[in-house]
């Protein structure tokens, strides 16, 4: 016990020396952009204060804008708010929401002086008709908005899509992971768009130990918009989902930072005296090991992962909008492993295997991202955007490791002392892992979109150029030797198996279009909207165009009950990638098509009153027929394809969620979805079995895709102490059913099995230090704090042991075991959180 409690202060000690020379760096300039940010902003007003109800309630996400302008900001959880406004002139502010009164407010305050409004908003009976149409627009569509200020008090490892893994349509088994499955995809299937700009993923990344953090930076969201499928032809070309993003564009100066085991991070936004400059800046740093030392394999974990992101907008007038994205995320992940014990099988037949390493895992993954946008709004009808960007990666990743094992039968007899202990040697053996695997690619992407929006039509179209060129070389095999034989065995020389070699250089170019038109019919009885859209898309590979239509229609009857219900169905083309167009002998199949899907979803919103609180059940009745699909393997993120259209599938389900304010003041949804997706392999058979051993029969037919989970439950949980709501606490639950693994060949045979159920529990407790609304005394130290938290987080709360994937090894007598490569166990985790 003592020497983990060792262990664990060393770790924590290397975090510390390891994070120490880029926490100076992002603290240093951090304390930079507030310096320029408080020059510029010297000049303004402040006005803060509490927005209730008559009963005294606090209202949450109440409006506050300042009149004529775009400078305003919401109520926190506590009804809380501070504004930045103008000084030394007249100004109107009014606030706001749905279901009360309006209120305005004149004030005329001198520069630095601070304005303290307490509003109490009375009911307003009498609903504007405007206001439903807007609340209806956004529940026509198939695309969920999430509340982003969740995704700063969801206690995650993986990173922002973290928010998405407890809703029904999206599956995960891995916490280290920000990638996930969206209705029996892969992560190759889904989108995500970054204020119009579509985000790329690392192409070599095959394990979540080397991923670092994901694109998005959360303190830098204004909205997320989800959809799981049924999309709208302005959301691109792949066939499971899209996740859309919008960065801030402040109207005032705040700032955050952030320390912890895991990490540190610092975001600074604000805008020009003139109003017209508005920036939007992020520094990231991370670290895992403190969590990769719970794993089984013990050693040297050294992953560090950095990142800058910025967006900066410029008014040049009204109608001219000009702006930049621009990120730098430098990864790097060594790890020298030393040995490893692992004990698996049942109780009536435990197995135990114990592994000796040599050799070390060296990988660097570079990516930056560069857009340029132009927004031009011609009218209050129609705007205009032209964006061009860039994307390039540079990965490397080389490794050596030599593994030596002992696999044993265990002595399972209670009440003996060596319960427990190796009794039987049945196995020993080698193997030895290589690659020098190198990859660099660049996608030069230019863009325009165009929207025209009149009353209850919205009309939007869009066209699109990519180039791309990726140069790969890689050098990757095993070899294997069990019980003194190598394996494959030849008489003359030592085989490796498991090889892919290769040296390529593609250049290729995509170009797509769209149009798509949304109408709002306002009947007496019933309110209906009707979306339909079609896309086009032409791939120079394989010399292939593609049309997608697509089609949405929603109805919101008049009845008692607030109810709308949805019907979208479309085609979706996923033209070949990369990692698609490579066939299993490492030639790329130029005669290859896009992976295509229909969709069709029926879904149902009900949003109603219950204890005076606000919920919302929705459900989604969905089903994909899916042909000239490209099979693929999963071995922990990394996927694998056959590199030809030889198959085809389905995926049906049904899933449900309900969400509000079980806790008053704050959100929380519970959710469940039943899904089944199986595809049927050209030449393939797999064997059916009447049990565990004795086959009767072959056959051709469908088997379970690598993403069926039939059944997917997650609740994401949110409370506080009623009488000192600065205590608050926040659960994740993830439940899901045994995913299929196989492993790919150009065998005839196809043979796969499952993983366990993937069971995980995070818990987060935070005390807040200091509030808004309550400053501190002159001459305190944190007087300068908007707000300040300290938070205990703990992960894998009941310490289960979750399977990722699994390490074959071979017996003296020719039987193979599976090792289950078990994911992270529980680690606390202390993060202190202030905001300027």
């Known amino acids: 016990m003592f020497q983990n409690i060792k262990n664990s202060i060393q770790n924590i000690k290397q975090i510390h020396q390891n994070c120490s020379k880029y926490i100076n760096f992002i603290f240093l300039t951090f304390g930079m952009f507030i310096f320029l940010s408080g020059s510029l902003s010297a000049q303004n007003a402040k006005i803060r204060g509490v927005i209730t109800k008559t009963d005294q309630k606090p209202v949450s996400s109440a409006t506050i804008i300042e009149k004529d302008t775009k400078n305003g900001t919401l109520t926190n959880l506590f009804g809380n708010f501070e504004l930045s406004v103008p000084s030394n002139v007249d100004i109107t502010i009014i606030i706001s929401y749905l279901g009360f009164k309006t209120q305005e407010i004149q004030l005329h305050l001198k520069s630095g002086e601070i304005s303290q409004q307490n509003i109490i908003l009375e009911e307003d009976f009498t609903m504007l008709p405007s206001a439903e149409i807007v609340d209806h627009s956004e529940r026509f569509v ?215 390493f040599e050799g070390q895992e060296i990988d660097k993954f570079r990516n930056s991202t560069v857009a340029f946008s132009t927004t031009w709004r011609l009218n209050k009808n129609l705007k205009q955007k032209f964006i061009a960007s860039w994307y390039n990666t540079s990965e490397k990743e080389t490794f050596d490791i030599l593994t030596e094992y002992n696999l044993n039968e265990l002595n399972n007899s209670i009440g003996e002392s060596n319960v427990g202990d190796s009794v039987v040697n049945i196995g020993v053996g080698t193997f030895l892992e290589h690659a020098r695997n190198n990859l660099s690619a660049n996608i030069f992407s230019v863009k325009y979109i165009g929207t025209f929006n009149k009353n209850n039509n919205n009309l939007e179209w869009g066209l699109q150029y990519n180039f791309e060129r990726l140069i790969y070389k890689i050098n990757e095999w095993n070899m294997i030797d069990s019980a003194g034989y190598s394996l494959p065995r030849s008489e003359n020389s030592v085989l490796v198996y498991d090889t892919d070699f290769g040296n390529i250089l593609l250049n290729q170019s995509q170009l797509n279009a769209y149009i798509q038109n949304s109408y709002i019919f306002d009947l007496k009885k019933n309110d209906i909207s009707l979306s339909g859209g079609v896309r086009f898309n032409y791939l120079s590979f394989n010399n292939e165009f593609l049309i997608s239509p697509r089609l949405t229609i929603a109805i919101k009857p008049e009845w008692e009950k607030n109810v709308v219900f949805r019907f979208s169905t479309g085609l979706y083309h996923q033209p070949p990638s990369f990692k698609e167009i490579r066939k299993l002998d490492g030639t790329l199949n130029d005669k290859i098509k896009a992976q295509s899907s229909v969709h069709a979803v029926l879904a149902t919103d009900i949003d109603f009153s219950l204890w005076d609180r606000q919920f919302k059940f929705s459900t989604e009745l969905f089903y994909k027929y899916l042909y000239n699909i490209n099979p693929y393997s999963v071995d922990n993120v990394r996927i694998k394809y056959y590199g030809e259209n030889i198959s085809k599938g389905y995926a049906a389900g049904i899933e449900a969620k309900i969400n509000g304010e079980f806790v008053k003041g704050t959100e929380s949804w519970f959710s469940i979805a039943l ?116 938070s205990l987080e703990i992960f894998n709360l009941l310490d289960i042991d979750n399977t990722i994937s699994y390490s074959w090894v071979t017996s003296t007598d020719g039987k193979q075991y599976g090792v289950p490569n078990y994911l992270t166990g529980r680690r606390f985790n202390l993060k202190i959180t202030a905001r300027f």
Not at 236 to 250: A, C, R, T
Not at 694 to 713: A, C, E, H, K
């Open 675 to 790: 899904m089944n997706t199986q595809e049927k392999i050209e030449g393939k058979y797999h064997l059916i079995y009447n049990d565990k051993t004795n086959i009767i029969d072959t056959s051709y037919g469908y088997v379970p895709r690598p993403s069926d989970q039939l059944l997917n439950i997650g609740i994401f949980f949110q409370d506080y102490i009623p009488k000192n709501p600065t205590w608050q606490v926040n659960l994740t639950f993830l439940y899901g059913t045994p995913l299929p693994f196989s492993n790919l060949s150009e065998d005839e045979k196809f043979s796969f099995g499952r993983l366990r159920s993937y069971r995980r529990v995070d818990l987060g407790i935070s005390k807040q230090f200091v509030t808004p609304t309550k400053p501190l005394p002159k001459g305190n130290i944190f007087r300068k704090f908007k707000e300040l938290w300290v």
């Open 142 to 356: 198939p695309m969920v908005r999430l509340d982003p200020s969740i995704s700063m008090v969801i206690h995650s490892v993986g990173g922002f899509e973290d928010i998405l893994k407890s809703l029904p349509q999206v599956s995960s088994n891995n916490e280290l992971s920000s990638q996930y499955n969206v209705r029996g995809g892969n992560f190759d299937e889904n989108m995500v768009f970054v204020n119009d700009i579509e985000i790329f993923r690392p192409l070599l990344t095959r394990s979540g130990n080397q991923e670092g953090m994901s694109f998005i930076n959360s303190d830098m969201v204004s909205s997320v918009t989800f959809s799981a499928g049924g999309f709208e032809a302005k959301y691109g070309d792949k066939m499971s989902s899209v996740l859309d993003i919008k960065y801030k564009k402040p109207n005032e100066f705040g700032a955050t930072a952030y320390l912890s085991l895991l990490g540190a991070g610092a975001h600074v936004e604000g805008v020009s005296k003139n109003r017209r400059f508005h920036f939007n800046t992020g520094f990231r740093y991370k670290t895992t090991r403190y969590l990769l030392t719970s794993m089984d394999t013990k050693g040297s974990y050294d992953p560090n992962f950095l990142d800058f992101q910025t967006y900066m907008t410029y008014d040049l007038n009204e109608k001219i909008e000009f702006a930049f994205l621009g990120n730098i995320s430098n990864n790097s992940y060594k790890f020298i492993p030393e040995d490893r014990k692992t004990a698996f099988g049942t109780w009536q037949n435990p197995i135990g295997v114990s592994m000796y």
